[in-house]
């Protein structure tokens, strides 16, 4: 079929729209990179757009001159990784039983996760709390509290909700029962929500800093950002650590170049995930929001 100008015209600014927010989404990241591999004295003069004038890995040298950090990438690998497993887990199974209109009492069971997703019971309330439980300075801490998600629930949910209700009936003609269902036939069927929400969680945990740096003083327990958060904090500070500081002065490196090693060494391994999941996340998405 012969297309008319009209469709020509729309399509080919579509794709001029398209490129440009493209370029303008991928160049803070570029601009990024540019200035962490920048010599830091080069970088205060300003101007840097694409690619470094003086090319230089000092900043790097000063982040990674502090062994912890290796430790450190660990606990968030561990949290991550045990975090995705756990919430994924246990959010289905609460998203699956929900599912069921014959559930007694689903909808008050419904009104309390709601009402718990919008009010918050604030931060001294939550600290006692976990002091109680025995959490504070514990990794368990990274993963009990987030063990359900109501809003990933909410999305798994309606995701179980248009699934075939022949699946679950052959199964259990076959003889599975819930658990054996559940496990294997409704996630092996539901892997695009799934992995959605294991991309969603895995860059919550990557991302979470503030509940160590408010929950744990056990410097052994401490994530990656929280570590890094704290690198930034001295390197603004007039009194810094004594060794940092000659180093970064012996590398010319500054607050500028370190801030940007940073952001390059927490947010490129976590970017990996949705080239990973990426052919589920999006069909994922868009199915779990179908139905309220």
Request: net charge positive; hydrophobic share 50%.
């Amino acid at each position: 079929m012969k297309r008319t100008l009209g469709e020509r015209t729309f399509d080919t600014l579509n794709i001029m729209l398209m490129v440009l927010l493209s370029l303008g989404t991928l160049y803070p990241f570029i601009n990024t990179l540019a200035i962490s591999f920048s010599d830091g004295l080069d970088a205060q003069k300003g101007g840097i757009y694409l690619w470094p004038r003086q090319f230089s890995v000092s900043s790097y040298q000063v982040v990674f001159s502090d062994k912890t950090i290796i430790g450190a990438y660990m606990v968030t690998l561990s949290r991550t990784a045990l975090g995705m497993l756990v919430t994924v887990f246990c959010t289905g199974l609460l998203a699956y039983g929900l599912s069921k209109q014959g559930l007694m009492g689903r909808r008050a069971y419904l009104l309390i996760c709601v009402f718990s997703m919008i009010f918050y019971g604030g931060l001294i309330p939550t600290y006692l709390l976990y002091k109680e439980m025995g959490l504070l300075s514990n990794f368990l801490v990274y993963i009990i509290p987030g063990a359900i998600n109501v809003w990933y629930m909410i999305l798994m949910k309606t995701f179980f909700e248009q699934l075939p209700k022949e699946l679950e009936e052959s199964a259990i003609i076959d003889g599975c029962g819930y658990f054996s269902t559940f496990y294997r036939i409704i996630i092996p069927v539901s892997m695009p929500i799934v992995a959605t929400i294991c991309i969603f969680v895995g860059v919550d945990h990557w991302n979470s800093w503030f509940d160590a740096y408010i929950f744990n003083n056990n410097p052994k327990l401490q994530p990656i950002q929280t570590f890094l958060y704290k690198i930034i904090a001295l390197s603004q500070t007039p009194v810094t650590n004594a060794a940092q500081s000659q180093l970064m002065d012996r590398l010319k490196a500054n607050q500028m170049t370190i801030k940007a090693a940073s952001v390059v060494i927490t947010a490129v391994p976590i970017s990996l995930i949705y080239f990973l999941f990426q052919k589920h996340f999006t069909k994922g998405l868009m199915v779990g929001a179908i139905k309220g």
